[in-house]
């Protein structure tokens, strides 16, 4: 079977970047492969009385700065690689976010679209009634991801608590719930928006003023809708956008406020009739100042990578773009924003969540935005001066980061048990 693209990218990322920083043949082994994985079949039966099967995977990565983190992801062809190759990845975005946390990453293999929500938590529950000894504050804390959202977050919540025979839970379990189950206010929108501001910081540096900015996004989910929604509000031109099922372009600008009420009575954008159809592919090498990769893995390829047209290119997904391009787009002067910087807002608001829970407080949104705000920024500026001062790519400079970091944290905890 070949390998996914997703772990084959996290391990030639973190090959490249040990043999930069002459990393110790011990640390490179340990940092190859995930510390635990485990694969389960669930067979929860559903509510038409259907008995199925399902292949569920955790990866948890590193736990040398916390517990491991990272989203749950359902979609029909999630395999153990990619979930291992998303946990490497968590464990980067964790170090180099500045959270206390290591890296994790769970998988559904099934389509959660073709299912009902009732059937979907079923699911949900099932999964969490069987991984419950690998899942908790001080091991393993899932979130979001791929196909899964906030009202999961909260049946998983409530599984927990129910099996412990409790109201609460001591600790937090899960981030990305509702704010009634002890979610944190501006969760949901956190990653978009940490998208958002790592762009902003791009084109302060780079001289591109926002408001002429024509912005594409691939992927119409939680990451793309935000980012695409606040881009709008700033003053940005979206000319396109897409989901699944196809795109919509207009030059002039696409109504987003009107597009998100549309996709919630039709369910998919490529009907939207204020503009004109533009398939996915199409949509990644259209002229545009900048382009959001929003939705899965591995769509900027050898095979597009010459012909993007962007300035800036801020990988809302993970793993979006593949080595080969990666090194086209550098030598092309794509401005790249790696996924381990850009995406990061979600999991720095997740540790919001996480303390918030711990402590029994509410913060603001207000407080978090501010909060969320500032890391993005600081923590752009500190890759971004890494990668000035030793003549590095931006990913290339936050993979340095980050891998250092984590062997500090591996070296001061010492080499016994
Ligand atoms: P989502 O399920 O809410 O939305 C995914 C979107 O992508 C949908 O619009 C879907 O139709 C579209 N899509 C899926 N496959 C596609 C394809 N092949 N071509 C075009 N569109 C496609 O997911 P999300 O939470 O927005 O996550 C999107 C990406 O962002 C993923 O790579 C995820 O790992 C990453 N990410 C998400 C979070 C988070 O907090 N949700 C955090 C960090 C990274």
Same mark, same amino acid.
């Given at each position: 079977m070949q390998q996914s693209e997703i772990l084959t990218s996290a391990l030639f990322n973190l090959k490249k970047t040990a043999e930069r920083i002459n990393l110790k043949d011990c640390f490179f082994e340990r940092l190859s492969s995930p510390k635990e994985e485990f694969k389960i079949t669930l067979n929860p039966t559903l509510s038409s009385g259907r008995a199925i099967h399902i292949k569920a995977f955790i990866s948890l990565?590193?736990?040398?700065? #916390?517990p491991s983190k990272g989203g749950i992801r359902m979609t029909p062809n999630v395999c153990i690689d990619d979930v291992v190759g998303l946990s490497m990845e968590m464990t980067w975005k964790t170090a180099l976010i500045g959270v206390p946390f290591g890296g994790g990453k769970s998988g559904l293999c099934?389509? *959660?679209?073709?299912?009902t929500s009732a059937d979907k938590e079923i699911i949900l529950r099932s999964f969490i009634r069987g991984v419950k000894r690998h899942? #908790? *504050?001080?091991?393993y804390i899932p979130a979001p991801d791929m196909g899964t959202n906030e009202e999961d977050m909260g049946h998983i919540r409530d599984c927990i608590s129910y099996s412990n025979g409790t109201?609460?839970? !001591?600790?937090?379990?899960?981030?990305?719930?509702p704010i009634l189950l002890g979610g944190i206010i501006g969760r949901r929108e956190a990653t978009g928006k940490g998208v958002v501001y790592t762009i902003l910081a791009a084109c302060e540096k780079l001289g591109i003023n926002l408001q002429d900015c024509r912005v594409a996004v691939q992927g119409f989910g939680n990451v793309g809708s935000v980012a695409a929604a606040q881009l709008a509000q700033l #003053? !940005?031109?979206?000319i396109a956008v897409s989901d699944i099922t196809g795109g919509i372009r207009n030059d002039l600008g696409l109504n987003i406020e009107n597009l998100i009420k549309h996709l919630k009575i039709s369910g998919k954008i490529s009907d939207f009739k204020d503009g004109e159809p533009i398939s996915n592919s199409d949509l990644l090498t259209l002229d545009c100042d900048v382009l959001i *990769?929003?939705? !899965?893995? !591995?769509?900027?390829t050898e095979y597009n990578a010459e012909k993007i047209k962007a300035k800036v290119v801020a990988e809302g997904a993970n793993s979006p773009t593949s080595p080969d391009a990666d090194s086209i787009l550098n030598k092309k002067g794509v401005f790249v924003i790696p996924d381990i910087l850009c995406n990061a807002g979600g999991v720095f608001v997740s540790y919001l969540e996480y303390t918030q829970e711990t402590q029994r407080e509410q913060m603001t949104l207000q407080e978090v935005e501010l909060r969320l705000n500032n890391r993005m920024k600081e923590r752009f500026i500190d890759v971004y001066k890494y990668s000035q001062n030793h003549t590095l790519s931006m990913r290339d400079a936050a993979m340095e980061i980050a891998v250092i970091k984590v062997t500090e944290a591996l070296t001061a905890r010492g080499y016994l048990p």
């Open positions: 990565h590193n736990d040398a700065l #916390g099934i389509d *959660p679209t073709n299912i899942v #908790g *504050p001080e091991v109201s609460i839970t !001591s600790g937090c379990y899960v981030t990305g719930k #003053g !940005s031109r979206v *990769p929003a939705a !899965s893995q !591995s769509q900027i």
